[in-house]
């Protein structure tokens, strides 16, 4: 379509501040970005939307212009919902490069502009592309029971006869086309992941083409400029954080406007994309605002009052409240000036999401807050009996690691490193310092292996780090507590002496007939208290490590 079709187009309600005499020049494609340099992901002929949030002052202005004209864009549309009129300088700019601009009213959202022109430009080449932007936007003013990107992928494999996939980074299947042949498999999904970071680290565009056995797949990127209002200059900023699409084709002898019309879908899922962050604010908020009463040592009462209010959110109906756990992540790279705290803060409400898990509505249960380099995550778990009964719940930092291990590190090849700390599950405000605490540490542990992407659980912590003096108090009551608290709630309740017992076990050096005449017992009742105790706790008093980790836990408590 030409330039001077849109200003025909009263839905629009586009306004020409400049470049009359360019009317006539073809729209190939519209990309909408709040980047200072979207240059890199500019192919030519793009109608380029913005908010203007890259304009600190009008200096800015020239540069933003002159990266697009060089980029070989077809016109510039500029939003006046964030600053009015658009400034001066902007249309100044325009004028010196022969760029066109518009101004877009702030009544109209660039939604409906995306959909326009992605229906316009490939209804000619592709009348069926028109069904799929009709049914995506009853998907967008019905909420989430629309759809989602899986109504997209539908259309192309009924009408195209295409088998197509959304992928997170970490190769989680976030949305699917079933038309054709079965699900894809989740080795499947995170292989595909991997080659993609692989490529996007090299610089090269996409799509790119990768074959796996008897199937040949080609890998888009799904960008949206929209989520980011800073300057972006560095692939590393958004490559774990970007989705991608997955499709069953070799795009390398596709003609251009089959290509165009696959960038068109790509951008209509980015815009469910932005809407999907968007409604992570909230939870976002509520993580950031307990985690600074936990780092400034807020009284208990008024964590608790807090995570009261946030467990409604993130766990809709639940009967009582939930236990949680705290994860910390850290994404670093070599000689790279790059804020990291948002990178992990994006990263982690992908991973904590089962990977067996489809679609994204799971992740809209995960808050995550980041400060300085780091990312913290509050991820609520459903209330567990009270009975210790030694079983594992929650996020498990072997498994976490298993499930995203292979993808990242390919993205992150060279020189970046992702490490993870998990902490174990509690029930109670007073518990989520020592919950933070032990997770940072955990990470600590994990930072210290080799390897892209490494993972460090609360279990770890009694070997690795409880020696060392800097280790905080709550750390240490934590580990304190979840060794012994079992067998003081077992002697509370049947009056059993198991903690006398373990330690005069230690104190006779696993002695069965020193420690039975210490205590008066029978041997046999000094085994089966023994057998109590390693059934409350799942430990094996045969074992060196275990009888050191009761030891310190007895020393300190």
């Known amino acids: ?89 902007l249309v100044t700019a325009c004028a010196r490069h022969r760029l066109p601009l518009f101004a877009v009213h702030e009544s109209v959202a660039f939604a409906t502009v995306t959909e326009h022109v992605v229906r316009q430009v490939s209804g000619e080449r592709a009348g069926d592309l028109a069904a799929v932007v009709d049914r995506h936007r009853r998907m967008m003013t019905s909420g989430p029971a629309g759809g989602g990107p899986d109504v997209v992928l539908d259309l192309l494999g009924s009408d195209l006869d295409l088998r197509a996939w959304v992928l997170s980074p970490a190769g989680r299947l976030i949305a699917g086309s079933e038309v054709g042949g079965p699900a894809l498999p989740a080795e499947l999904c995170a292989r595909l992941a991997a080659e993609h970071l692989a490529a996007a680290r090299t610089g090269r565009r996409g799509p790119h083409r990768i074959t796996l056995g008897p199937a040949t797949y080609s890998l888009f990127p799904i960008r949206s400029g929209g989520r980011s209002t800073q300057a972006s200059r560095d692939v590393r900023e958004t490559l774990l954080s970007d989705w991608l699409l997955a499709v069953e084709a070799d795009a390398s002898d596709w003609p251009e406007e089959r290509l165009d019309l696959l960038q068109g879908v790509t951008q209509l899922i980015a815009v469910e994309r932005d809407r999907r962050d968007a409604a992570r604010t909230v939870r976002r908020r509520l993580a950031q605002e307990v985690l600074e009463l936990v780092q400034t040592g807020a009284a208990p009462a008024e964590i608790a009052a807090r995570l009261r209010v946030a467990a409604p959110v993130l766990l809709p109906g639940l009967g009582s409240a939930p236990h949680w756990q705290v994860v910390v992540a850290r994404a670093e790279w070599e000689d790279a000036d790059i804020e990291a705290g948002p990178i992990a803060q994006s990263l982690l409400e992908e991973i904590l999401v089962d990977p067996l898990a489809t679609g994204p509505e799971p992740s809209d249960r995960i808050a995550v807050a980041h400060t300085g380099d780091e990312a913290i995550a509050l991820v609520p778990l459903p209330a567990v009996s009270s009975e210790h009964d030694g079983s594992e719940a929650g996020i498990v930092a072997d498994a976490l690691l298993e499930s995203v291990r292979a993808p990242l590190s390919a993205g992150l090849d060279g020189d970046g490193r992702v490490t993870l700390g998990v902490s174990a599950a509690v029930h109670s405000a007073e518990g989520l310092r020592g919950a933070l605490e032990e997770a940072r540490h955990a990470r600590r542990v994990a930072a210290a292996r080799p390897g892209r992407v490494c993972a460090a659980g609360h279990q770890e912590l009694a070997s690795h780090v409880l020696l060392l003096p800097f280790v905080p108090d709550d750390v240490r009551r934590a580990f304190t507590a979840r060794l012994l608290d079992p067998l003081r709630d077992y002697d509370r309740r049947h009056r059993a002496e198991l903690i006398p017992t373990l330690e005069a076990f230690l104190d006779c050096d696993g002695s069965w007939t020193r420690c039975a005449t210490r205590l008066h017992l029978h041997v046999n009742t000094l085994r089966y208290r023994v057998g109590r105790i390693e059934q409350l706790t799942s430990r094996d008093l045969s074992r060196l490590e275990d009888k050191l980790d009761f030891f310190l836990a007895l020393r300190m408590s």
Do not use: C, N
Not at 38 to 50: A, D
Not at 64 to 88: K, N, S
């Open 1 to 89: 379509m030409r330039l001077r079709a849109l200003l025909e187009t009263d839905a629009l309600g586009l306004k020409l501040l400049g470049g009359e005499d360019e009317l006539d020049r073809t729209v190939r494609g519209v990309m909408t970005t709040d980047l200072r340099d979207p240059s890199r992901y500019l192919s030519g002929g793009e109608l380029v939307l913005t908010g203007l949030a890259w304009r600190r002052d009008a200096a800015d202005s020239d540069p933003f212009v002159h990266l697009l004209v060089q980029a070989g864009v077809a016109a510039l549309a500029a939003g006046e919902a964030e600053l009015g009129d658009i400034p001066d300088d």
